[in-house]
Each structure stands twice: as C-alpha cells, then as structure tokens.
C-alpha cells in the first residue's frame, strides 16, 4: 500500500512541475470538479480563470531559475461584493505551495473576524479537496499556519492579523531560491504600515504579492494601487453582476434602494473607489485614538446603560455603561435567555445606579424590556428602524445613533481596549439612499462578508440613543427649630 501511495504521489509531483506556470491548470487538476462538495461546479468563474491566465503569463515572463530574484508579481483586484474572492485566494495559496517547495507566505486581512472565519477557512476548505492536500498540516485556532508535513519551518504560509504592532511578521520571507508571498483580503482596511513592511519582503527570489477588496476608501495603499503606483501592479476590476456566484435578486435590491451611482453600489457592486472618499462609517484612526484616549471629570455626569439582545444563536447580548465621555467594558453574554438578560440587566441597574437604561426592542429585546417594567425598573426602548430626529440627514435610528457615537469618537471617548469592539466599528460602511440619508450597511450583509454582527458595537451606539439629563437632587425641607416661646 504505502509503495502504491508514494508512486501515487510521484505522479502527482511530476504533475506539479509541469503546472509551475500554470496556475489555471493547477486549480483544474487539483481539485475534483463536478464531484462530491463541487458536484455542479465545472470549474473557476470566467473572472476567474481570466485571472489565473495573467498570473501564469506573468510567471512565464519572468523566467525565474531559483538563482537570480525577478521583479515581483504584483496583482490587484478591486471588486464588488461576493464573486469569490476568498476562494481564488484559497487556489493561490494552493498552487504556489504546491508548485514551489520552500516557499513562505503570510496570509492577512482587515479584522480577525474576516481573516479566521472566512479567508483561512476557505483555505482549510479548499486544501481538503486538492490532490496534494495530505502533503500539508493545516491548523486553525491561535496560531493559523499550514506546513509542508517533512519541512514545516522552511515551505510553510501563516496566517497574521495586521494590527500595527504584529507588522514584523509581514517582515523579509527569506525564500531566496523560491517563492515568498502574500496574499491580503479586504486590501482597503489594512493599515499602511502593514504594506510598508510587506514591500521591503519583495526583494528575493520569485516574490509575489495579490490584493483583494472592495474598494471602500478613496485613500491608502490600496486606493494607491488603482493610482499613484498603478505602474507596479496589474489591476482588475471586477462588477459582482459579472461573476456567476453572486445574488443578483440581491444585488438589484441595492440598486433599487440606493441608486445606480451611489457610493453604496460603486463599492459593493461595482467594484469602484467611492467619490465621497470612503464608505467605512467610523474611522480606525478615531477608533485607536479613543482606546489611549483617558477621560477626566465625568463623574457628575449622567449615566447611561444599553442593551443589545441577541436575536440568534451566534450573537451575543451586551450590557454596556457610559457616563460622558467614560465607556466602561462591556459585559458579553452568549446562549442566555430573555429572564436571565433582564436578571443580568437588574443587576447592572443595582450596581451602577444609572440615570437612563436604553434597550434594543427589537426580536426577543421586547421580553427583557416587558420583565425589567414588572421588576419596578423604568427602562426605554430603542427601535433601530424607527424614525430619527433628523430626518433630512439620517435614514432611520440606527444610522443616527451611530452618527452621534462617530461624532463623539472625533472629539474623544475612553473607550476600553476591546479588539471585538474596535473591529465591529471599523467594520460598518454606509451609503445613501434615493432621498440622500445616509443608511448603514444592514447587519445581514456584514454576516455575508463573513463579519461578526456587530452586537457590542450597536450597544456602544445605543448609548447614544437620546439626551439625558442627570437629575437634579431635591432638597429636603429645612425644618425650623421649634420655639417654645411662641415665636
């Protein structure tokens, strides 16, 4: 059996030399189309392929011979939203591991939600149906890597969150007699520095460097390589009408509500830059100033606690405490039921004492509302879709809300150092609707961009759901000493 196997595998390494240059027929041999997972798929979307073409044409005309470095290969792919680019990544990362031994890549992209559930776990999907996937141990969990089985240090790729203190891992891959690469998903939330460090590793060996996103802002490095640096790289655009995979039903709902030509449909369909300079409602600029922000004088301020109850079973309720500009750390409840939240909530009333309770009414949120009024607690309710006040500006509550949570965070919140709650804010992108209000993106669609729902970042934005006044204490009577004389 095991000579079966290795004369199996031979075959199977003959066969990827062969493909070295060819990536289109890598992804076509390596994983079994129209059978088992992939029954009805006959291979890669036109898009796709097309993409795969370019790369090999571009590895065909750099000629390398694993002794003297060639100029990198630089790729970016500016989309709309749900073509597949997590699965392209997934075959990248596949043939060159596959193709190129001692090679060393590091895969990122623009929160760990993103990077753990969706690009990396398309990586695990897909190494499990290729023929050459035994060749490798993939991990998930903490430390996210994939290794060659007899070589782990030396033929590997990593998975890196691209927080700015982790940019030493996007350091120098020293694979100067192979390929070092990396592969970024959500190219247009990733910080600068990370690109910075990630250019100075493209100097050995056969160096590669794909990009991914939709192009929600019209600054940074990945806005720079549709512009300033378009020379260095070879750009795609990509409509999500274009791609077979996508929701068109979807897709024309969008266009229905915000209209053909709006920053909303510019970035999640059509692949385009916005025009109003970027569609990600709370910057990470503010978001990182807030978390070294340390608030002073609040205490006579008012207090405020919200809610957001979980609807499903992968949310999660949050109890939250402000008071001015003093956020405290949010209190995080998974798999609870509407008794024990309003319990939970009770006891947040109890300890914190404060001056207003804002809760999400919505779904389940009206039980823990209608339990908390039978305990004697005088509690608000907060409908996301209702109305604002301002009408002219916002489309409903929920974008109003966060409008004023923004507006805060430019002037300054002590926020706690939560890396769920700094992703979740930086996460939400807006646009305009037919009246020009602005409207947030709904919550579903960041679910099918593979994001969390954004349940600690909607507490926060309750928050400041209305004005609120601390009040004033009463005076108690002055009580006259009585006199004994009449008087």
């Not at 060819?22 to 291979?43: Q, T």
């Not at 020379?231 to 009408?241: L, T």
């Not at 020009?436 to 961009?449: T, W």
Request: proline share 4%.
């Amino acid at each position: 059996m095991a000579q079966i196997l290795k004369k199996h595998d031979d075959l199977v390494a003959n066969e990827m030399g062969k493909l070295f240059a060819d990536p289109l027929g890598f992804v076509k041999f390596a994983y079994d189309w129209n059978y088992g997972e992939l029954k009805g798929f006959s291979g890669p979307d036109d898009w796709q392929s097309e993409y795969l073409d370019r790369l090999g044409f571009a590895i065909k005309e750099r000629n390398f011979n694993g002794v003297t470095p060639v100029n990198p290969i630089q790729m970016s792919t500016s989309s709309g939203h749900g073509i597949g680019k997590s699965a392209l990544t997934a075959w990248l990362t596949g043939f060159i591991m596959s193709t190129r031994p001692f090679c060393k890549g590091v895969i990122t992209a623009n929160t760990s939600p993103q990077l753990r559930t969706k690009t990396w776990a398309e990586v695990q999907k897909w190494n499990k149906r290729s023929l050459t996937g035994h060749w490798f141990d993939i991990t998930s969990g903490m430390q996210m890597k994939m290794t060659h089985i007899d070589h782990p240090e030396s033929w590997r790729v990593d998975a890196q969150t691209c927080a700015k203190e982790n940019s030493e891992a996007f350091a120098g891959l020293h694979s100067a007699s192979s390929t070092p690469f990396y592969i970024f998903d959500e190219a247009s939330a990733i910080d600068d520095s990370i690109w910075e460090v990630s250019e100075g590793g493209l100097t050995d060996g056969e160096p590669m460097w794909f990009v991914f996103g939709n192009p929600t802002r019209s600054s940074g490095r990945f806005f720079q390589c549709f512009n300033r640096f378009k020379h260095r790289w070879d750009r795609i655009k990509i409509d999500s009408r274009n791609a077979k995979m996508t929701n068109k039903a979807k897709i024309q709902e969008w266009v229905d509500d915000y209209g053909e030509d709006s920053d909303f449909v510019r970035v999640r369909v059509r692949g385009e830059f916005p025009r109003s300079g970027s569609s990600q409602f709370i910057s990470i600029e503010d978001v990182d100033n807030c978390i070294q922000y340390v608030a002073e004088g609040y205490e006579k301020l008012p207090k405020i606690i919200a809610v957001d109850v979980a609807r499903f079973g992968d949310d999660q309720t949050i109890i939250g405490c402000r008071q001015g500009r003093k956020i405290w750390p949010l209190d995080k409840y998974r798999g609870i039921d509407t008794m024990e939240t309003a319990a939970r909530v009770a006891e947040k009333i109890a300890s914190f004492n404060p001056d207003a309770v804002f809760i999400d009414g919505g779904g389940v949120g009206g039980g823990v509302i209608d339990r908390l009024k039978q305990l004697g607690h005088e509690v608000i309710e907060v409908n996301f879709g209702a109305k604002p006040r301002d009408n002219k500006q916002y489309a409903n509550k929920r974008a109003e809300m966060f409008g004023d949570l923004r507006a805060a965070l430019k002037v300054g919140v002590d926020l706690p150092d939560d890396h769920e709650l700094h992703d979740e804010l930086i996460a939400i992108e807006y646009g305009f609707n037919a009246k020009q209000q602005i409207q947030l993106e709904k919550k579903e669609d960041m679910k099918k961009r593979g994001l969390s729902s954004p349940d600690c970042a909607d507490a926060l934005a309750m928050m400041y759901a209305d004005s609120v006044i601390k009040p004033k204490k009463q005076r108690r009577p002055q009580m006259r000493a009585k006199n004994y004389y009449g008087s």
